[in-house]
């Protein structure tokens, strides 16, 4: 009986210096969980402006068999564009840009008695462009409305000469297609080629008449940076 009434005093007394124990251990630290890691998707929706430079490489055309003399006759561009892009989903872009490109020199052509010649100052176009984008890159194709700055003039003799042409060759269409990178918050670069083509046209009045008919077109090649101006913040992944 006595052995009973010992262990059972023994238990009690363990049960009672439990707790203070367990205090004595202190409390269970608390450790906080790092953050995930949140990885930037590249937003490219949003306004842009930008400028570029690049030359521009007539084609050669003919005037009844003679040669204009413009194929390899490279100038010198340099110009503007602003634009409008939204980024649909995680990889497709769509957008509409305006881009204007000064230019240096001049096309024609030399004929028996007379030459003409384009002094082509400018080239205009408001298009609209489709991409694909992976992160930073966004690789495109783009058309649309297409204009030349021509100043033409026909010399007989050194002498200026009156003439008609038939055609608008002011007013055409563009296509291309290019590269753009985006290297640092808000900045981008890119790369493209751009061909314009205003159509054919001849000589209905002057010296010139009987030549045929002539077009005028350009190869373009440009390089340039745009700031964009992003409607939001970009997107993060979460976790």
């Known amino acids: ?18 707790p203070a124990i367990g205090a004595d251990l202190g409390a ?7 953050p995930a890691y949140a990885a930037p998707i590249y937003n490219w929706t949003g306004f842009y402006i930008g400028a570029h430079l690049g030359g521009a490489f007539s084609s050669d055309n003919n005037f009844s068999g003679l040669s204009t003399g413009n194929n390899g006759n490279g100038r010198f561009l340099g110009g503007l564009q602003a634009g409008m892009d939204w980024q649909v989903n995680p990889n497709f872009v769509v957008g509409a840009e305006a881009q204007y490109s000064w230019l240096s020199g001049s096309v024609g052509a030399v004929f028996p008695g007379g030459t003409y010649t384009n002094d082509q100052r400018g080239l205009g176009s408001i298009t609209g462009r ?36 038939s055609g608008d060759h002011r007013n055409g269409y563009t296509v291309g297609a290019g590269l753009e990178y ?8 890119k790369a493209e080629y751009q061909y314009y083509n205003f159509g054919d046209a001849r000589f209905t009045a002057g010296p010139l ?31």
């Open 1 to 18: 009986m006595k052995k009973i009434l010992f262990a059972t005093v023994a238990l009690l007394a363990l049960g009672a210096a439990a």
């Open 28 to 34: 269970r630290p608390y450790y906080n969980k790092a």
């Open 130 to 165: 489709v991409g694909y984008t992976w992160g930073p890159g966004l690789v495109y194709v783009k058309g649309g409305y297409a204009y030349s700055d021509n100043n033409e003039k026909v010399t007989v003799g050194g002498v200026p000469a009156a003439f008609i042409i």
């Open 182 to 189: 985006m290297f640092a918050p808000n900045w981008s670069a």
């Open 209 to 239: 008449v009987g030549t045929g008919n002539f077009t005028t077109d350009d190869h373009t090649f440009k390089a340039g940076v745009n700031y964009r101006f992003n409607w939001a913040s970009p997107v993060v992944a979460r976790y």
